[in-house]
T-cell receptor, first 112, second 115 residues
Framework: DAKTTQPPSMDCAEGRAANLPCNHS???????VYWYRQIHSQGPQYIIH???NNETNEMASLIITEDRKSSTLILPHATLRDTAVYYC?????????????FGQGTTLQVKP | DAGVIQSPRHEVTEMGQEVTLRCKPI?????LFWYRQTMMRGLELLIY????????DSGMPEDRFSAKMPNASFSTLKIQPSEPRDSAVYFC?????????????FGPGTRLTVT
């Protein structure tokens, strides 16, 4: 699986959009981009994933660049409860390769 | 569904003792994963099962660690003998490896302290 690079930390004002970048310049054509987050003392939580099209769900939006070498997770209206470590993971979506390799992630601090 | 269930939530034991962590995956899921999280090493995959069969145990640190999945609704991670460096939070996760999503659902974790 390709490696990802994320900034170690970011701040965001409550109510504003949080934009979390991820670089995955070595991504292969059959690899998806996944985002998980981990709120303090809890298990990681799936947020969203995509292959090449932009994706949106009730939690967030995922914007993937045309060359797929980077992506941005957008939390449109961040709340204090969104304070967490956000992990960007690249992996092949295949029935027998269920591994997720977590990096250090980005610690997002949402401030009042 | 109750989600992934792990027990115990906290475990304190002395060095040399056997420790058994338990996990009940989400009903219908066919993949199960054991992770370990420490401040130094972050979140590491230890082993994962597909249809109760161990697929990849390359993350298991040493022979003191063993994992079993006797049926689709139960898995154990055993450490024998335990050492202080095994202190960590151990997470179990499950997923359905048959669709296109492969979302993993994590349990609340077991915080292990070995003194």
């Amino acid at each position: 699986d390709a490696k990802t690079t994320q900034p170690p930390s970011m701040d965001c004002a409550e109510g504003r959009a949080a934009n979390l970048p991820c670089n995955h310049s070595t991504i292969s054509g059959n690899e998806y981009v996944y985002w998980y987050r981990q709120i303090h003392s809890q298990g990681p939580q799936y947020i969203i994933h995509g292959l090449k099209n932009n994706e949106t769900n009730e939690m967030a939006s995922l914007i993937i660049t045309e060359d797929r070498k980077s992506s941005t997770l957008i939390l449109p209206h961040a709340t204090l409860r969104d304070t967490a470590v956000y992990y960007c993971i690249v992996r092949v979506a295949n029935g027998n390769t269920g591994k997720l390799i977590f990096g250090q992630g980005t610690t997002l601090q949402v401030k009042p | 569904d109750a989600g992934v269930i792990q027990s115990p939530r906290h475990e304190v034991t002395e060095m040399g003792q056997e420790v058994t962590l338990r996990c009940k995956p989400i009903s219908g899921h066919n993949s199960l994963f054991w992770y370990r999280q420490t401040m130094m090493r972050g979140l590491e995959l230890l082993i994962y099962f597909n249809n109760n069969v161990p697929i990849d145990d390359s993350g298991m640190p040493e022979d003191r660690f063993s994992a079993k999945m006797p049926n689709a609704s139960f898995s154990t991670l055993k450490i024998q003998p335990s050492e202080p460096r095994d202190s960590a939070v151990y997470f179990c996760a499950s997923s359905w490896a048959g669709g296109s999503s492969y979302e993993q659902y994590f349990g609340p974790g077991t915080r292990l302290t070995v003194t």
